[in-house]
């Protein structure tokens, strides 16, 4: 599965964005889809996931109830739509895919597949 991340940009605080995330090749084999974040200077941490074939969806607690993560099936994209937005969510938004069943959707290694990333700032 290859992934193009795209929707990334400056925003203020309390603003909105909405990422996207293009997959193609062999797109049926995807079990799940997740987004993580790296800031500079700090680790790569888990976002969202949400599951393929169902509505199994995941939040780390920094983000709970400020972001979405949905799918569309039919355009083969996943999106993660962030409203509330403050300046600790500034990163590079990365969207990854798993063909595997994953014990924890948290975990980076789990992803088979990485789209490059899209930078999100958030000016306060």
């Known amino acids: 599965v290859q992934l193009q991340a795209s929707g990334g940009g400056l925003v203020q605080a309390g603003g909105s964005l909405r990422l996207s995330c293009a997959a193609s090749?062999?797109?049926?084999?995807?079990?799940?889809m997740g987004w993580f974040r790296q800031a500079p200077g700090k680790e790569r941490e888990f976002v969202a996931a949400i599951k393929g074939s169902s509505d199994g969806r995941y939040y780390s607690d920094s983000v709970k109830g400020r972001f979405t993560i949905s799918r569309d099936n039919t355009e083969n994209a996943v999106y993660l739509r962030m409203t509330s937005l403050k300046p600790e969510d500034t990163a590079t938004y990365y969207c990854a895919a798993s063909t595997r069943t994953l014990s924890s959707p948290t975990t980076a290694p789990g992803y088979d597949s990485w789209g490059q990333g899209t930078l999100v700032t958030v000016s306060s």
């Open positions: 090749g062999r797109t049926r084999s995807w079990l799940l």
